[in-house]
């Protein structure tokens, strides 16, 4: 009921502690799908602190803002880091249903905030989420490109990269990986 995922905000926080815990160098941005999602990532990295003053150094003082960052998919461009956690946040509300409404990439350009959104990791993206690929019915979106995207990308992870199961390219005349779309 509160438009928000909080089991997958402390997910997401765990995982950037262990990361910064195992290796500090590596800059982390953590980018929502949505503001609401955004600000219990926040609150989460704020209960983390209250529970871990020795992770303190990793996202307080000094120069963090080039270290790590929490935003949402509105906000998000121009920033680069070496890892990005993706917080999907949308899914299933409690009687079993989803609106198949993703906010911003439901919207006219929304496959371009989804393209500004996975470009931005230098050597990673990990996504977290409730859903995959397999719980949307494009349907229910008109065949929206945003969420197409989408579903296509969570596709894609889901498969850990093989997208030559789940696509079928047309013939490129470019040096592109004809199997990935993301590429395409």
Do not use: C
Not at 106 to 114: D, P, S
Not at 142 to 162: C, E, H, I, M, T
């Amino acid at each position: 009921g509160s438009a928000t995922n909080k089991k997958e905000a402390k997910a997401i926080m765990e995982h950037v502690a262990s990361q910064f815990r195992s290796n500090p160098k590596k800059t982390i941005g953590v980018v929502a799908l949505s503001q609401r999602q955004q600000t219990a990532i926040r609150n989460e990295k704020d209960l983390m602190l209250l529970k871990n003053p020795d992770l303190h150094s990793f996202f307080e003082g000094g120069n963090i803002q080039n270290k790590f960052f929490i935003k949402n998919l509105e906000t998000v461009q121009g920033d680069e880091r070496d890892i990005i956690y993706i917080s999907i946040g949308y899914g299933y509300d409690q009687n079993k249903r989803m609106t198949m409404n993703f906010g911003p990439i439901n919207k006219l350009g929304g496959e371009r905030r989804l393209n500004v959104l996975i470009s931005r990791a230098k050597e990673k993206v990990n996504v977290f989420s409730s859903i995959t690929g397999d719980d949307f019915d494009l349907k229910k979106t008109n065949n929206n490109a945003g969420v197409r995207y989408l579903k296509q990308y969570l596709d894609y992870v889901k498969s850990n990269g093989d997208v030559s199961t789940i696509y079928s390219a047309p013939e490129l005349d470019n040096d592109y990986d004809a199997d990935n779309p993301f590429e395409r």
